[in-house]
């Protein structure tokens, strides 16, 4: 078992270095403001022409999608094509990849598109990172955990389900506000929001539960849920922002909380170092979901709430 929660750390340190080195590489990214008829060039080879950008609302007549119709052309193949692109789904056009970004309006009165156009070459070693990572924490789980060395106390248990409660009640309300509502906003609209949310939702619960001293042992299944939640939301976001990582406060504040319950794995279960870092992983829990979805001062890509 030690070989095996040794490999384990050995993959999830591999696909940290893999990720930073991803993050860090240079890579080619500019803003193309378009208007009907315009055309952009994105390098030497490849054009955008814009046919037409559109905005649906709903009956409230606040935004649903933001679309760019646009021509694609090779001119060495001499090859036109046509696409759409709209929020979460940009156009993937031979290493580059096309994002509806934002808008504008004229002088004349006209919308105007601004598309967002990247290319990544290190991307193939983000995605091979998040398989590593995935994988680590799947060995974890197979790595059995000491039991707590006493019984948990009344006062443990009913703070444990107190805060069971409240990771539950968080991220349904948010989900509630912010997705369920009949008018989501364009960012939301993507089939990943669900497994994003219950993965991290799931894990939360299990840890929070562990760190009162009740099944210390589901620690492991904990955070093999966090890092899906975390591999999910970073190709989340490198669909809908064009990044896979934006240091943005929440994203920060989660990779912090996997962290510190990597290092209470990586620790022999039991010690006092090993309580230490599943407590501090519990604090940041709380604080993720609290202060940092709620408060100004950490508001940014996620302040849905």
Not at 112 to 119: C, K
Not at 187 to 213: I, K, T
Request: one cysteine or more; proline letters at 6%.
């Amino acid at each position: 078992m030690k070989a095996l929660k040794g490999t384990a750390f050995a993959l999830l340190g591999a696909a940290l270095a893999m990720a930073i080195a991803a993050r860090l590489a240079p890579r080619t990214a500019k803003d193309i403001p378009l208007g009907d008829g315009d055309r952009a060039d994105l390098d030497g080879r490849r054009a955008v022409y814009l046919d037409s950008f559109t905005v649906p609302v709903y009956p409230s007549g606040k935004p649903k999608q933001y679309i760019s119709a646009v021509k694609t052309f090779d001119h060495e193949e001499h090859r036109l094509s046509s696409a759409e692109i709209s929020v979460n789904h940009p156009l993937r056009w031979d290493g580059w990849w096309v994002y509806q970004m934002s808008y504008g309006m004229d002088e004349d009165g006209y919308l105007y598109t601004v598309l967002h156009a990247v290319r990544d070459s290190l991307l193939p070693l983000a995605a091979v990172a998040g398989a590593l990572m995935i994988l680590g924490a799947l060995l974890l789980c197979f790595v059995p955990r000491e039991q707590p060395p006493s019984a948990p106390t009344r006062l443990r248990v009913a703070l444990s389900w107190a805060a069971a409660l409240a990771v539950t009640a968080l991220p349904a309300f948010i989900i509630g506000r912010a997705v369920m509502r009949p008018e989501p906003v364009p960012a939301l609209q993507s089939v990943l929001m669900a497994p994003h949310v219950a993965a991290y939702a799931g894990s939360y619960l299990l840890l929070l539960f562990a760190a009162f001293g009740i099944g210390r042992r589901a620690v492991p299944v904990g955070f093999l849920l966090m890092t899906l939640g975390l591999v999910i939301g970073a190709a989340w976001g490198k669909v809908a922002w064009g990044d896979w990582w934006q240091f943005d406060p929440k994203e920060n504040w989660s990779l912090a909380t996997w962290c510190a319950f990597a290092v209470h794995l990586a620790l022999p279960s039991g010690g006092k170092w090993s309580r230490t870092f599943l407590w501090i992983g519990a604090v940041l829990i709380v604080v993720t979901l609290t202060w940092v979805n709620f408060s100004r001062f950490a508001s940014g890509l996620h302040s849905y709430a």
